[in-house]
């Protein structure tokens, strides 16, 4: 992976890296228990968790096992979301990807944007053989959005996360490089 932090931008995003400064925006979302309800964990209860969280994308950055993006509209530096991977697996090409965003910001194709730049950059800058996606069976607004981007679903992971103190399952998706190239280069008809 890349020593320096690369930027993605899109039509109407800028794709960053998420600092210190961003602390309260992170927290404003990450707060929220809308956003929160298939997240994994509870929802934020002071800025000082935002700034671990922040501290933890850094840290996943700096070791080569992920990286977290933020997610700006092109004129205002706020983060209102991340899309990222973690636990990057080099001798596999593989990745998971997770991602949140702000609710405001729901319904408006901006994950579905984001989510395609940061997939774009797995496939053609870290050579990724495969992308998965961990969701939970609930969560249909994230499985379309997966579904819509050429994931597919492989099977129910049960009991595989504990959140909260109990034991979740989650839907694996994935997609495939050979996949997302076909996609990408099928002819428009």
């Known amino acids: 992976m890349d020593k320096v932090f690369p930027i993605l931008e899109t039509d109407r995003l800028l794709l960053r890296e998420v600092k210190m400064e961003d602390a309260k925006s992170v927290f404003y979302y990450l707060s929220d228990k809308e956003v929160m309800k298939y997240y994994g ?10 700034e671990e969280e922040i501290a933890w994308y850094r840290r996943i950055f700096d070791e080569g096992t992920g990286i977290r993006w933020g997610i700006t509209l092109k004129d205002t530096s706020e983060v209102i979301g991340s899309c990222g991977f973690l636990q990057y697996t080099a001798q596999h090409a593989r990745t998971e990807v997770g991602l949140e965003l702000s609710k405001e910001y729901w319904k408006s194709g901006i994950m579905t944007e984001a989510l395609t730049a940061v997939i774009q950059y797995g496939f053609s800058h870290m050579e990724l053989m495969r992308i998965q996606a961990l969701i939970d069976p609930e969560n249909i607004a994230s499985q379309k959005l997966f579904e819509k981007l050429g994931f597919l679903q492989e099977g129910l992971l049960r009991k595989y996360e504990r959140t909260n103190g109990k034991f979740e399952d989650v839907h694996m998706y994935s997609l495939l490089k050979d996949e997302y190239n076909a996609a990408v280069l099928k002819p428009v008809e």
């Not at 964990?41 to 935002?50: F, K, L, S």
Request: hydrophobic share 50%; glycine share 0%.
């Open 41 to 50: 964990m509870a929802p934020m209860e002071n800025v000082c968790e935002a």
